[in-house]
């Protein structure tokens, strides 16, 4: 029982190990994306962003308040407050000293004694410096801290980038249009192949098999040799640039794909279900809706995922056949193309604004994964 | 319900003959059993009265009507597949009413049918369950539901019980014929295994390389099998066949042991014939069924080479004649290996077959 198909490889560790170091390997560029995109400009240059994920320390020289403000308490000249007071920061202190060359001298609530001065220190940076006499002087004493940030993420960027309306910067006009490209590229070719797949599998014609080959054969024509004709074409016929022509380009370069891999799948439906369909009494037009089509369900959802991905990531066809001068029908892709002319160096944006282009087909991909996995067809025959 | 007629029904793969001019006439409410091995065409006969298969020649009738070139959904038949073909994303209801729903009838309709359906098959608990909550039992039931919803006027059911383990198959077996009774159903029914059809059937129709061999009762394939094939096909364990050649008016078998001729079968001197005889006719002595008187019976002395018990029987295996017998042991006692007992052969009970043809030459 130990040598046949199925049992476990003695190297189940390296196997899991290479699994894991392959899934980190390709998940980090996306997760430094995601971590730089709300990070601002001055973070992405101080610090790389895996520093952002944990607090920073940091050595910071503070003032107490001038000595103005001291207030006398019986003999005692006082002066409260809080170190951070200007800054406005959530940071605690770690350590703090009153001099430059040690800033480990006192822990927070310790109290510092140096010329009839003492001086008291919390971690939230509240003060109480008291003295015998009055204070003398414009400013206030120096307090030397090593200060601990807590992680700072802002959300200004996606602000930027989706809501500002800035022409330069704002995605959110071409989300719009990428979704207008994508949602029709997905569901015509789709439609359109689901219907030619089931006549190829289930649908006796003369010439079928030469027509499968020829379907298959088209899965080997590159795309960009039919770029300039259909353009072409569709400047010929009256389509222009638009949207309708790039539906129709993107409906034309995925037929192949969808009819191949719809006529497989159903070719592999159990053809007593189909016959006995067609005894129950329906045509083939009720067998396909009503029997073929719930049952290819997760072969419609894995190829409408493809699909979608690789339209909504499209750039060469979306500039072929749809961006004009005017710019207003720019895809994601485009404006990600033309952000890097003009932020080249505002990583923060540049960050953002792939995220924004991520997301949908991230989304997509979660909401319909369960398809690409589940076998609809257990329990229909033995 | 009607009655269903093939006539001179042909069907060609090409070069390959499947099923060679077969006529067959069912009668209304008549139960027909199909039986023969793989590949005689008993499918292919019940694939193209479903509309299935086209027909390379002949008629097919169902009531008065030609139904040849119809559309399955126009001949008005239901089938029961071997792997019962449920719907897999449709609930037990949905799968029962499909049918009904396809034809555009109305709610109300539907669920009294599927009601009804349910209520005969009790499936009722079912209703709203998926073919995949389903044990094998349960499916076939739906499966034959669904046949009943549509109220056919012939049922077409395709081996629906080799899917299923022994017990299983046993106590369905019962109810098929139950619904029959109650139906009172034309069906044709396709299977290999001959139990099943010897149990099932008002009449067999056993096909051997797409013919006919014999069209009878259960009782007439049984007793008066028409051929060589059909009495190795019919009856289990399977009929004892012995070469044979007609000599003296004895037949001389392989080792030139010898059997007196079946009575009231008469075979010219010199003919090579093959005797027949059923391991229920071949049996030691004081442990058949049969008593002896009114029957020609031979008697031997001969050692048994194998037994195996059964329990209620035991079969024990003799060589005799050149090849070896199945003996069957009623109120079995314990016999060894080798040992010698007096069998009796019923050879009033006996076949032969011409060995030429493998025709039967029992008038």
């Not at chain 1, 414009?138 to 809501?163: H, I």
């Not at chain 2, 023969?36 to 027909?55: D, F, N, Y």
């Not at chain 2, 049922?155 to 629906?160: I, K, Q, S, Y």
């Not at chain 2, 098929?176 to 290999?192: D, E, F, N």
């Amino acid at each position: 029982m130990d040598n046949i198909a199925g049992s476990k490889p003695t190297l189940t560790w390296a196997v899991h190990i290479s699994v894991v170091a392959l899934v980190l390997l390709w998940l980090f560029p996306t997760i430094g994306l995601f971590v730089s995109s709300f990070r601002t400009a001055d973070q992405i240059s101080s610090s790389g962003w895996w520093k952002a994920l944990f607090p920073t320390e940091q050595n910071m020289t503070l003032r107490t308040a001038a000595p103005e403000t001291q207030v006398q308490e019986g003999d005692l000249w006082v002066i409260e407050g809080n170190l951070f007071e200007e800054e406005n920061s959530d940071a605690t202190i770690a350590t703090w000293g009153t001099s430059s060359r040690d800033l480990s001298a006192y822990q927070p609530g310790d109290t510092a004694e140096d010329d009839g001065m003492r001086l008291t220190v919390e971690a939230d940076g509240a003060y109480r410096l008291t003295s015998g006499t009055e204070m003398e002087g414009r400013r206030g004493e120096r307090v030397f801290v090593v200060a601990e940030t807590p992680p700072d993420f802002t959300l200004a960027n996606y602000r930027q980038v989706l809501l500002s309306g800035d022409s330069t910067d704002s995605m959110s006009k071409a989300f719009f249009n990428t979704l207008t490209v994508t949602i029709p590229a997905t569901i015509i070719p789709i439609v359109i192949a689901a219907f030619a797949a089931y006549a190829l599998a289930w649908m006796d014609f003369p010439g079928r098999a030469l027509l499968i080959a020829f379907v298959v054969g088209l899965l080997v024509v590159p795309l960009q040799l039919a770029l300039i004709p259909l353009l072409k074409l569709h400047l010929g016929i009256g389509i222009g640039k638009g949207y309708l022509g790039t539906w129709l380009a993107h409906t034309g370069f995925g037929l192949p794909l969808a009819i191949y891999l719809l006529r497989n799948y159903m070719v592999g439906l159990p053809r007593d279900i189909i016959e006995n369909a067609r005894v129950d009494g329906a045509t083939d037009f009720q067998i396909f809706t009503k029997i073929i089509l719930p049952l290819s369900f997760p072969a419609l959802a894995s190829f409408a995922i493809f699909q979608f991905l690789w339209t909504w990531n499209d750039l060469l066809v979306a500039k072929v056949f749809l961006i004009d001068a005017t710019g207003q029908t720019t895809v994601m892709t485009n404006q990600i193309v033309e952000l890097l002319g003009t932020r080249g160096g505002n990583w923060e944006i540049l960050a953002t604004a792939a995220f924004v282009s991520i997301a949908m087909p991230l989304l997509v991909f979660f909401a319909m994964q369960k398809y690409l996995v589940r076998g609809l067809l257990a329990g229909s025959v033995k | 319900m009607a009655t269903l007629t093939l006539s001179q029904l042909d069907k060609s793969y090409g070069a390959f003959h499947a099923v060679k001019a077969i006529d067959l006439d069912v009668s209304d409410g008549e139960f027909v059993a199909l039986v023969g091995p793989s590949g005689c065409g008993k499918s292919t006969t019940l694939r193209m009265i479903a509309g299935l298969e086209e027909i390379s020649s002949g008629d097919i009738r169902i009531g008065t009507r030609v139904v040849n070139d119809l559309p399955p959904r126009d001949r008005n038949i239901s089938m029961v597949f071997q792997s019962y073909a449920l719907y897999p994303h449709m609930t037990v209801a949905e799968n029962m009413g499909f049918t009904l729903k396809i034809a555009g009838r109305d709610k109300a309709e539907i669920d009294r049918a599927v009601t009804e359906a349910a209520r005969v098959l009790e499936i009722e608990p079912l209703l709203d369950r998926r073919p995949a909550q389903l044990s094998g039992g349960q499916r076939q039931r739906v499966a034959m539901g669904r046949a009943i919803v549509r109220d056919p006027d012939v049922f077409l059911f395709d081996e629906p019980l080799s899917n299923l383990d022994a017990k299983l198959r046993g106590q369905m077996r019962t109810e098929i014929k139950q619904l029959h009774a109650r139906l009172g159903a034309t069906i044709v029914y396709v299977t290999h295994d001959q139990v099943e059809a010897m149990t099932l059937a008002d009449r067999i129709v056993i096909m051997k390389d797409g013919r006919i061999e014999q069209v009878g009762t259960p009782d007439e394939v049984f007793n008066h099998p028409a051929s060589l094939f059909v009495a190795g096909f019919i009856g289990s364990p399977p009929m004892n066949m012995a070469p044979a050649t007609v000599q003296g008016g004895r037949l001389v078998l392989g080792d030139g042991a010898a059997l007196p001729v079946p009575p009231d079968i008469t075979v010219p001197e010199g003919a090579r014939v093959t005797l027949g005889l059923r391991p229920d006719d071949l049996y030691p002595e004081g442990h058949g069924i049969h008593s002896e008187d009114g029957h020609a019976v031979e008697s031997r002395e001969l050692a048994v080479d194998i037994s195996e018990p059964l329990g209620n029987e035991t079969l024990l295996f003799v060589p005799f004649g050149g090849s070896t017998w199945t003996a069957r042991m009623l109120n079995p006692r314990a016999v060894r290996r080798g040992e010698t007992l007096r069998f009796h052969f019923d050879l009033s009970r006996a076949h032969l077959f011409d060995a030429d043809t493998g025709q039967s030459l029992r008038t």
